[in-house]
């Protein structure tokens, strides 16, 4: 995000009658995995009064991560921080959360009055309610395991298993460099978007991409999923499994150029 384009882009919805009121930083695109530049955002957002919230679904959890933290600065300052504990904390899937800076704001927004679940005699055992902090009122007991991990594991393994998925995407992209028929299209954080490229190939690319993709996903070996950079049709990587180690990156590559000649052969361009 280009803070100098937000300001101004506010500005003009304000001369236009409109009321601006929450910027939206993101900490880990889910497409490429880049991330804001949180510290401008957040000045921005505070000199235009606007709430910054952060999404941080995908990546926010880097922060714990000694090589990713500086990425990250700034996201402190946000009024609200979105986290998907299910992706990088490998939690099961469903296990999300809001982080907010005060949490009146989100009483005032969603608590509930109605006499049926008014907290009675133990105000201090059940103060908190997960229904005053979002729409739901039924819920599954997500913030569970998300303890029981944390408790039974520890911030530094978990740090540990981070750092070592986002080493797998970087090992992914120096394999890619030293061959002339795959190309980098981008990358960041636990995700690297790459493309098949076949030296003498002048046909479509996309399409010779989507098919292979296919090819890969029914193979069963390795799976991508897709991206668009620049325009350009990209099979997306993005590890976030603590299994995961170099080896499955080369697999991967293999199954791809594999699947991608196969793919050519098809085509009559083989």
Not at 63 to 71: D, H
Not at 130 to 139: A, C, H, N, Q, V
Not at 230 to 255: H, I, P, S, W
Request: aromatic content about 8%; glycine content about 10%; overall charge negative.
């Amino acid at each position: 995000m280009d803070e100098g384009a937000l300001v101004r882009m506010v500005r003009e919805d304000r001369s236009a009658g409109l009321a601006p009121a929450v910027v939206v930083a993101s900490a880990g695109t889910a497409g490429t995995g880049t991330v804001d530049r949180m510290d401008r955002i957040a000045a921005a957002a505070r000199a235009e009064g606007l709430w910054m919230h952060v999404d941080g679904a995908y990546g926010a959890l880097a922060a714990m991560t000694p090589s990713a933290r500086p990425l990250f600065a700034g996201m402190g300052e946000a009024d609200s921080v979105s986290l998907d504990p299910h992706k990088w904390l490998y939690l099961p899937v469903g296990t999300g959360c809001v982080l907010y800076r005060d949490a009146g704001a989100a009483r005032a927004a969603f608590g509930e009055t109605a006499e049926y679940i008014r907290v009675v005699g133990l105000e201090q055992d059940e103060a908190f309610a997960y229904w005053d902090y979002g729409p739901e009122l039924s819920r599954p007991f997500r913030a569970l395991p998300l303890w029981m991990l944390v408790k039974s594991v520890g911030v530094r393994v978990l740090s540990e298993a981070i750092e070592e998925n986002m080493a797998c995407a970087r090992y992914f992209a120096e394999l890619v460099s030293a061959r002339e028929d795959v190309e980098m299209l981008a990358s960041g954080l636990s995700i690297f978007c790459f493309r098949y490229r076949p030296r003498g190939f002048d046909g479509d690319l996309d399409e010779l991409n989507e098919r292979l993709m296919v090819r890969l996903q029914h193979g069963g070996s390795s799976y991508v999923s897709n991206a668009k950079v620049g325009g350009k049709f990209a099979l997306r990587g993005c590890v976030l499994n603590y299994r995961t180690r170099r080896a499955d990156m080369e697999r991967l590559l293999e199954d791809v150029v594999t699947a991608g000649r196969s793919v050519l052969e098809e085509l009559g361009a083989g």
